[in-house]
């Protein structure tokens, strides 16, 4: 069976730092690129980055580019989302999910981030 | 960015009947290699996105066979042939041709009328 859990998730200070973490299991995680998107409060949801198979490149949203790093570790079996510079419209529930055939053909149940003073 | 513009945003719907959703791009997701990369997703309240349907008609494993996706270009649907109420939720429809970014549409709210 397929399994995705998100870790990480905090309360956080505008312009604070925070790491989020995704335990993949159940799949060819090692041949599979991986994605984050993210879900604000009763709003739709946005993708907010990919980063492929050999963790060498890493793709973001413009929204949080230059702020926002992915990196894999593929003995574990995990996904990263290092944020940074966090700012108050980055506060969203975290899902991290695959991409076979495409994104989201699996997700976790989501890790939830609250930026604010 | 590919702009994914659904409708309606809100869809009522009587049990066992049928339900229709439609989305649009603003530019045609046919991608170079031949593939449509339009995916439908379910989240029912509560809980976390699931798949649909991948490519415009594939059906994710699990997924009940009254869920049926079509379409081509900068249109495509999404259809429930009897409703059930199990299916309340917002569907959302995706593209993945032309990335960065994927981007999703606002979403269709289904309720039971």
């Known amino acids: 069976e397929v399994q995705l859990v998100e870790s990480g998730g905090g309360l956080v200070q505008p312009g604070g730092s925070l790491k989020l973490s995704c335990a993949a299991s159940g799949f060819a995680f090692s041949a599979s690129a991986m994605h984050w998107v993210r879900q604000a409060s009763g709003k739709g949801l946005e993708w907010v980055g990919r980063?492929?198979?050999?963790?060498?490149?890493?793709?973001?949203a413009a929204s949080v580019k230059g702020r926002f790093t992915m990196s894999r570790d593929d003995s574990k079996n995990m996904v990263y989302l290092e944020m940074n510079s966090l700012k108050t419209e980055d506060t969203a529930l975290y899902y991290c999910t695959g991409d076979a055939f495409g994104l989201g053909d699996s997700w976790g149940q989501g890790t939830l981030v609250t930026v604010s003073s | 960015d590919v702009v994914m513009t659904q409708s309606p945003l809100s869809l009522p719907v009587t049990l066992g009947q049928p339900a229709s959703f439609s989305c649009r791009s603003s530019q045609s997701l046919v991608h170079s290699n031949g593939n449509t990369y339009l995916n439908w997703f379910q989240q029912r309240p509560g809980q976390s996105p699931r798949r649909l349907i991948y490519r415009v008609s594939n059906r994710d494993s699990g997924v009940p066979d009254r869920f049926s996706g079509s379409g081509s270009g900068t249109d495509f649907t999404l259809k429930i042939s009897r409703v059930e109420a199990e299916d309340v939720g917002v569907y959302y429809c995706?593209?993945?041709?032309?990335?960065?970014?994927?981007?999703f549409g606002q979403g269709t709210k289904l309720e039971i009328k």
């Open positions: 995706m593209q993945g041709t032309h990335w960065p970014p994927y981007t």
């Open positions: 980063i492929g198979t050999t963790g060498k490149s890493y793709t973001t």
